[in-house]
């Protein structure tokens, strides 16, 4: 259990304590009043926390340009062979060549794949061919932020678990924007969240 999970949890007993006080007699209902805001704006900082620290995820391989601080890969597939817990692989600016994602497992922890900068890493494909990012048997892979446009189909997800496809731009694809396709063992816990896609050519989209 994490530690936010566990801090919420004592918060929350702690608040059906001190209304089970009042009702006993033993607290006045302004006290607890003022002792139930205190616990809430205590919960809300924990939570406001707790998404500041997910959505600032720390990069901790670089692929392309240049880095001080970091490995720099020369190719996305160098930086996932040289997997560790929870890595944070960002992307320079630039356009990439697809990425496949095949035989991955996470273990315990999650591979992350995200631009360096907000101007964007993006994987464009000509006419209605291939597939931008495809993940296949792998668990533990979130896609945050990437930009994906051409191609028969943004992301295709296949006998995989524990994938999230988040914040990413998906356009101009031919069929779904992303395919979650159970093939041989199927999968499950597939997150997709803050995606905006446009101009596709399919009108009956899974996503």
């Excluded at 930086?79 to 560790?84: L, S």
């Excluded at 960002?90 to 697809?98: F, Q």
Aim: hydrophobic residues 45%.
């Amino acid at each position: 259990m994490s530690a936010l999970a566990e801090a919420l949890i004592y918060t929350g007993l702690v608040m059906a304590v001190l209304v089970y006080f009042p009702l006993r007699g033993v607290l006045s209902w302004s006290v607890l009043m003022r002792l139930l805001g205190v616990c809430s704006a205590f919960a809300f900082m924990l939570g406001c926390t707790f998404a500041s620290h997910t959505l600032a995820k720390a990069c901790t391989k670089q692929v392309g340009g240049e880095s001080n601080s970091l490995s720099v890969y020369t190719d996305i597939q160098e930086a996932i062979a040289a997997y560790e817990e929870d890595d944070v692989i960002c992307l320079a600016s630039g356009e990439y060549e697809p990425i496949v994602i095949e035989g991955f497992d996470a273990a315990l922890g999650s591979l992350t794949i995200k631009p360096l900068s907000s101007s964007g890493a993006r994987i464009n494909l000509d006419d209605y061919r291939g597939t931008a990012i495809k993940v296949m048997r792998s668990q533990g892979v979130i896609i945050d932020g990437m930009i994906l446009t051409g191609g028969l189909y943004g992301v295709w997800i296949e006998d995989s678990s524990n994938i999230q496809i988040v914040n990413s731009v998906i356009s101009d694809v031919g069929q779904e924007a992303i395919l979650i396709r159970p093939n041989v063992v199927g999968g499950e816990n597939f997150l997709v969240q803050g995606k905006k896609h446009a101009n596709r050519s399919n009108t009956n989209q899974r996503y």
